[in-house]
């Protein structure tokens, strides 16, 4: 069994480079999946723009505040993961609701990969450093 406390993982460049543009894509995705849920989620015309633009925001502004790599505020690890829950398990709870199960369930499995290989080599990164 491999100790990730003791033998931490380091991504070679070009697979870093792809994770972190991998995690950008994911990003993207979650804020037009939430669009697309808030236009689908109401009948009137005015609620339905309001959430199309609303839950997009919210999860953006969460995101920036505490898991961005520029975020206001500094959070352990742990509450950038958190967040990084948060934002992806809505998108695919949203995927659900808009009758998507395979994309949901796609979504959030290259979502959790993504985020344990870039957590893995975060986490290598800090160990070097040390």
């Given at each position: 069994?491999?100790?990730?406390?003791?033998?931490?993982?380091?991504?070679?460049a070009?697979?870093?480079?792809?994770?972190?543009?991998?995690?950008?894509?994911?990003?993207?995705?979650?804020?037009?999946?939430?669009?697309?849920?808030?236009?689908?989620?109401?009948?009137?015309?005015?609620?339905?723009l309001?959430?199309?633009?609303?839950?997009p925001?919210?999860?953006?502004?969460?995101?920036?505040?505490?898991?961005?790599?520029?975020?206001?505020?500094?959070?352990?690890?742990a509450?950038?993961?958190c967040?990084?829950?948060?934002?992806?398990?809505?998108?695919?709870?949203?995927?659900?609701?808009?009758?998507?199960?395979?994309w949901?369930?796609?979504?959030?499995?290259?979502?959790?990969?993504?985020?344990?290989?870039?957590?893995?080599?975060?986490?290598?990164?800090?160990?070097?450093?040390?």
């Amino acid at each position: 069994m491999i100790d990730v406390e003791r033998s931490p993982m380091k991504l070679s460049a070009p697979l870093h480079v792809l994770n972190e543009g991998l995690a950008f894509l994911l990003e993207l995705a979650a804020l037009a999946v939430l669009a697309w849920w808030g236009w689908e989620s109401a009948e009137h015309v005015a609620l339905r723009l309001l959430l199309a633009v609303a839950a997009p925001a919210l999860a953006a502004l969460v995101w920036g505040l505490f898991a961005a790599p520029r975020a206001r505020f500094r959070v352990p690890l742990a509450g950038v993961l958190c967040v990084k829950a948060l934002v992806f398990g809505v998108a695919a709870l949203a995927l659900l609701d808009l009758g998507r199960p395979v994309w949901a369930a796609s979504f959030a499995a290259v979502a959790l990969v993504n985020t344990a290989l870039a957590t893995a080599d975060r986490r290598a990164a800090m160990h070097r450093g040390a």
